[in-house]
């Protein structure tokens, strides 16, 4: 199943409503009335979308065993798209056309027969089609957490997020809601008592004069999801300048290391974007010079051990979603696989506390007194860099 084995992507949603008091036959049973496969729920897009049980892209024989592991209801999105090949419906338009024509005085087809073939090719391949020989199958893991009342989605892309939600919907009553960078800044500021200081909250100048007041690829004026882009640029400040350690809000250490890759963008929308990859991105010249002109991060592949563990993924700044999570390796004397399947469920709360354990110490930071010394810090910081370059 998709989160239990090789490396973790995902996006996070909160679940609307109540958390359950637990998983039980009634959720397995409500994930099999909307099996992929066993009835038709498409779109106006002629795509289809139903769940799977996880083994295989045609498994839909849930059960309690199966899908609910250590708290945790798992199960896959199928979705599923009719792809009409290109190549061939040309080549039957030009056997029609062809067809049509060859009795013309001049050898050529005229419009009103280029009309006809064009849509007796198309009625042709749709026909065909029917059999689903040109179906294409996708399946996206998708985990329910029960004890943070959270999703997983398995992907970092949000092409598949409406479908998700409208499915998750039908099969459970329950709305989700996205947590991005803004969001769950307000969610942690909750807990200092911060939240006007997110509100109020506006790209901050880390190049005077040249720092754009508005993020290009935000274009909804009440997101906070730049706080995404100055988190990473944060963290990058921070493990260069002062310590790649970080103590955290529950007491534990978190040692950082930003590695493998590195994706800048822009604000302005202006001098593009571009992605370095390098075992450590962020020590090349080219990078601080991409800072320097304006760009804010927008991926970085980050190294990260706490409490012993160690974790190697990619974040995306906007929505704090995670590509290629690496887990930690598990020990040795976890044999069997059901304890297996446990503890890798326990390594990936793992991971999403720790992401959100760094998070929150740059929020604090961030909504702080402290902004107002950090922020000139980085300010002279990059300013200096600039100074050495030339």
């Known amino acids: 199943m998709g989160f239990f084995n090789g490396r973790a992507s995902y996006l996070r949603f909160k679940v609307d409503g109540p958390k359950p008091r637990m998983f039980d036959e009634d959720h397995v049973q409500r994930l099999g009335n909307f099996a992929a496969g066993q009835q038709r729920i498409a779109s106006a897009d002629g795509v289809e979308c139903g769940w799977t049980a996880g083994e295989h892209i045609l498994d839909a024989e849930f059960d309690l065993a199966k899908n609910i592991i250590n708290d945790m209801l798992s199960f896959e999105l199928r979705i599923d798209t009719d792809k009409l090949p290109n190549d061939l419906l040309r080549a039957y338009y030009a056997v029609e056309l062809k067809a049509l024509s060859a009795t013309n005085p001049s050898g050529l087809p005229n419009a009103k027969q280029k009309r006809e073939a064009k ?15 040109f179906r294409r199958r996708k399946c996206v893991p998708v985990l329910w957490d029960l004890l943070t009342n959270e999703l997983l989605f398995g992907a970092t892309s949000l092409t598949h997020v409406d479908r998700l939600a409208a499915l998750f919907q039908q099969t459970f009553g329950h709305n989700i809601e996205a947590i991005t960078a803004g969001n769950r800044a307000f969610q942690l500021a909750e807990l200092h008592q911060l939240t006007r200081s997110v509100d109020d909250s506006s790209p901050s100048a880390f190049l005077p004069g040249v720092s754009s007041p508005d993020v290009a690829w935000i274009a909804d004026e009440s997101s906070r999801d730049f706080l995404g882009n100055e988190f990473l640029l944060w963290l990058w400040f921070h493990t260069e300048i002062e310590s790649d350690t970080l103590t955290l809000a529950d007491d534990s250490e978190a ?13 302005r929308g202006q001098t593009g974007h571009e992605t370095i990859s390098h075992e450590g991105p962020t020590r090349l010249p080219e990078s601080k010079r991409a800072i320097q002109s304006g760009k804010l991060p927008r991926k970085v592949g980050l190294t990260v051990v706490r409490q012993l563990q160690q974790y190697e993924l990619t974040i995306h700044a906007e929505t704090l979603g995670v590509g290629a999570g690496k887990l930690p390796n598990m020990a040795e004397e976890v044999t069997q696989p059901r304890a297996r399947l446990e503890e890798r469920a326990n390594q990936i709360r793992g991971l999403v506390e720790t992401i959100d354990l760094i998070y929150d110490a740059f929020g604090k930071v961030r909504f702080g007194k402290g902004w107002s010394e950090t922020l000139p810090r980085i300010q002279k910081w990059l300013a200096r860099d600039e100074r050495r370059a030339a």
Not at 123 to 130: F, Y
Request: hydrophobic content about 30%; proline content about 4%; charged content about 40%.
């Open 255 to 267: 040692t950082i290391m930003m590695a493998r890759t590195l994706t800048l963008e822009c604000p």
């Open 119 to 133: 849509e007796s090719a198309r009625d042709r391949l749709e026909h065909e089609s029917r059999d689903g020989r």
